[in-house]
């Protein structure tokens, strides 16, 4: 099974998110920001490890009804305009959304489960994001002394 792991995939994933938490990490946040920042990356390593067919089924159902339809164009129209307004954050946002996806695409052509996609994509994530805060509490330290 290790074998067969996408090492670049997941060593690229893991980069991503060692430099999240690295920024993460300057902002000096509360405990609770690394909570939700940890819970975004479980709900991103769900939705991204479910099935195509699955995606595809929830936004069929999504656009079902117009009132429905409307919600998601408002709520679709509201994100652009965010966006447009925090571009420098989405751009890092969307690498990691990028590097989410090609680990899932290279273990998926390696067969493994969605579980196992899911299970190996957030523990390098978190990995990744502790491990960013870590190395850069660590240079902190290191500097101050």
Known sequence: MIERLPWLALSLLLATNITLG?????????????????????????????SWATMRDSFAYLLASDFKAFIVAVIIAFLGVVIVFWLHTFAHLLVIICAFLLAKIDMQAADFS??????????????????????????????LE
């Not at 299970?119 to 960013?132: V, W, Y």
Request: hydrophobic share 60%.
């Open 114 to 143: 969605d579980r196992q996609i899911f299970r190996t994509i957030c523990f390098i994530s978190l990995l990744g994001l502790f491990l960013g805060g870590l190395i850069n509490y660590l240079i902190s330290i290191l500097i």
């Open 22 to 50: 690295s920024f993460l990490s300057t902002l000096n946040e509360h405990w609770a920001a690394w909570a939700v920042v940890s819970l975004c990356i479980l709900l991103l390593g769900a939705v991204l490890s479910c």
